[in-house]
């Protein structure tokens, strides 16, 4: 009888991999199905059906599941470490494809080119970061730099490390984001207050800022589009 059931779950897999494979991605593949083929290869002989069911329950939804710290998932019944730690790796890889999606052109040339970087960079992070993007005079992306990790409701933009970064790069322009992990992408009073300040020392360098991007889930707020900095430039280099 455990022989018969074994097969069972071998033939389901193979049938759900199989699927995969041929539709290319999981549009037409329900939440428990997706959550059952990671398991698939975690957890070799159990039947996954029932972890992935119990994990959305625990969880609430496929996107709670993938975004729950490792300790929280191996709580779940039937989720072992290597469970937990594969599942854990989905978001990060996540991000990492999306940087390399962006890598070539490196270049953003709009508002919305600059949103989709920052969600590359930022989504799915648990604490706040505050990055500086450089761009030279063609807008292609010299290099980025991680100014501060802060924690789930505060981070720091350093006006020193901000500069020095900017200069370093030879930047013509430059591109600021940071993420708002426990709230939404709204700017509270402090952060528009510390990019006017941010904007006033690039500008007396000569340097733009073109926006501050703030990233919250997958949604983001541009300060330029709503009016709450203005990337022309008051000073020019003499």
């Given at each position: 009888m455990a022989e018969r059931r074994e097969n069972i779950h071998e033939g389901h897999r193979e049938k759900v991999?199989?699927?995969?494979i041929q539709e290319g991605?999981?549009?037409h593949f329900e939440d428990h199905q997706i959550l059952e083929l990671l398991l698939f290869y975690a957890n070799a002989r159990s039947d996954t059906n029932l972890t992935a069911h119990t994990l959305l329950d625990s969880f609430g939804s496929l996107k709670g599941v993938l975004e729950a710290r490792p300790e929280m998932l191996m709580k779940v019944p039937g989720v072992g470490d290597k469970a937990a730690t594969l599942i854990s790796m989905v978001v990060p890889l996540t991000r990492v494809w999306s940087r390399c999606a962006m890598a070539v052109p490196d270049r953003i040339g709009n508002s919305r080119e600059a949103e989709k970087y920052c969600l590359s960079i930022l989504a799915g992070n648990r604490t706040e970061k505050f990055y500086v993007i450089s761009l030279n005079a063609k807008c292609a992306v010299l290099g980025r730099?991680?100014?501060s990790d802060g924690s789930l409701s505060e981070?720091?933009?350093?006006p020193r490390m901000v500069l020095e970064t900017?200069?370093?790069y030879?930047?013509?322009s430059v591109l600021l984001c940071h993420n708002h992990p426990g709230g939404t992408c709204a700017p509270s009073p402090e952060d528009i207050a510390s990019t006017l300040q941010l904007q006033r020392l690039l500008n007396g360098v000569g340097i733009l800022l073109l926006d501050h991007i703030i990233v919250a889930n997958d949604s983001t707020y541009s300060m330029i589009q709503h009016g709450d900095i203005d990337y022309r430039m008051k000073n020019s280099r003499g």
């Open positions: 991999r199989k699927r995969f991605g999981f549009e730099r991680k100014i981070v720091s933009a350093y900017a200069l370093n030879n930047a013509h």
